[in-house]
């Protein structure tokens, strides 16, 4: 059976005892980014004189670029730039976590910094107030390099009883599930819910809707809870879409979507224009859908297992084999949302939201670069 780190052995009592005490007006500001792979999170902490009251209270930082993929060591300084706080449930109020944007020793973004094409997009579109959910799929592991729970040699009974499952043979891990939601709810991310997955130890959470770009920002720093949450329990989430070969399911970052206009009486119309633009744009998408190209999918968009294929679109109500699903309601009431299945769990949000607005809503004709 899988084992936990080393870290998570410390006794925790010890901890609270530290944890408990009191830090004058002083306040933790843990700044947080994405690194130079496009999939890692880094983070350090420092003090601040007193408790920032809103973002721009909180000044640029920078960190050392060459340790991070990010830039070559002799002009290694990147600038931190910050775009949104949260409360931190780890040390508690009042110290705040803080998303940031990265920027090179130039000031412009570095090359895994999507965020502000995407703003950019997301401005030129303001009118249809476009909204996103999306829905994260994660694996855990136990430090031996094996999923969580799963045997050493050998595997578990096939798929079927887990979705959703109740039991301890067959929801593998549900302390990091129950707390990782009490974290987001703390720290304000909008989290729309939880549910076991499909292959043992494998889970998911929803983030939204969300206006615009705070969907990107707000699931970047959910998954950071996640991972600092998994550490404390000496377990690893990986986001990878198909973190185990064979009959078991990969895990995706369902991106929903709806405008004003499809949310209003009659929006089906409005939602099978955009499935009819995002037909034609089928392999732009998918080479922004993961960090590689479209490598990582290449393992996941198999045309089953839930999954359609790589190289060719389809879209259909209720089909969960579909590039693009409608969900039922939505076929019945005739207004609503529409769901893009491909993004691989270890999307960019960012990329992934600016190529659904560039292709449905500003009709561009412009590559979506993936930088
Ligand atoms: P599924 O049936 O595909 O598993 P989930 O219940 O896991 O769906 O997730 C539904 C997602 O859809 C949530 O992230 C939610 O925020 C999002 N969502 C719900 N309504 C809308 C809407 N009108 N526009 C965009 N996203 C929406
Ligand atoms: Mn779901
Ligand atoms: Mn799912
Ligand atoms: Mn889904």
């Not at 930082?61 to 060459?66: I, R, T």
């Not at 949302?337 to 993004?343: H, K, L």
């Not at 960019?348 to 004709?365: G, H, K, M, Q, S």
Request: glycine share 8%; hydrophobic share 30%; aromatic share 10%.
């Amino acid at each position: 059976m899988s084992t936990a780190s080393i870290s998570s052995c410390f006794n925790k009592t010890v901890r609270e005892h530290y944890m408990r005490l009191p830090q004058g007006d002083k306040c933790q500001v843990t700044y947080i980014w994405i690194d130079g792979t496009g999939e890692g999170l880094r983070n350090k902490t420092r003090t601040l004189d007193s408790e920032p009251k809103n973002i721009d209270e909180i000044p640029e930082w920078n960190f050392d670029g060459s340790s991070t993929n990010q830039s070559e060591g002799s002009n290694s300084d990147m600038y931190l730039i910050p775009v949104c706080m949260f409360r931190d449930p780890f040390t508690l109020d009042p110290n705040k976590l803080v998303l940031c944007e990265v920027l090179k020793y130039n000031r412009l973004p570095a090359e895994t910094n999507h965020r502000m094409k995407c703003k950019k997009a997301m401005d030129q579109v303001k009118e249809h107030e476009i909204w996103f959910g999306i829905e994260q799929e994660y694996t855990l592991f136990g430090s031996d390099g094996r999923p969580f729970g799963w045997p050493k040699n050998g595997f578990p009974a096939p798929q079927g009883p887990y979705y959703c499952g109740v039991g301890a043979d067959k929801a593998i891990g549900r302390d990091i599930v129950e707390c990782h939601y009490k974290a987001c709810l703390y720290a304000g991310i909008k989290i729309f819910g939880t549910n076991a997955e499909v292959m043992p130890a494998q889970w998911e959470f929803q983030v939204g809707p969300c206006v615009g770009i705070e969907i990107a920002d707000q699931l970047w720093v959910a998954r950071f809870l996640l991972h600092r949450i998994c550490e404390d329990f000496g377990v690893i989430a990986t986001l990878d879409p198909k973190p185990m070969k064979g009959s078991w399911n990969g895990a995706g970052g369902h991106t929903n979507v709806s405008t004003k206009q499809m949310r209003e009486e009659g929006g089906l119309q409005y939602i099978e224009k955009a499935i009819e633009k995002l037909s034609k744009r089928h392999a732009e998408h998918i080479k922004v859908y993961d960090p590689h190209g479209g490598q990582d999918n290449l393992r996941r968009l198999i045309g089953h297992l839930e999954t359609s294929s790589i190289t060719e679109f389809s879209a259909g109500i209720a089909n969960r084999g579909a590039s693009i699903r409608v969900p039922r309601q939505v076929g019945q009431e005739k207004k609503g949302y529409f769901e893009d299945r491909r993004p691989a769990a270890n999307c960019d949000p960012y990329l992934v939201t600016e190529a659904i607005v560039r292709t449905c809503l500003l009709d561009d004709d412009q590559e979506v670069k993936s930088n």
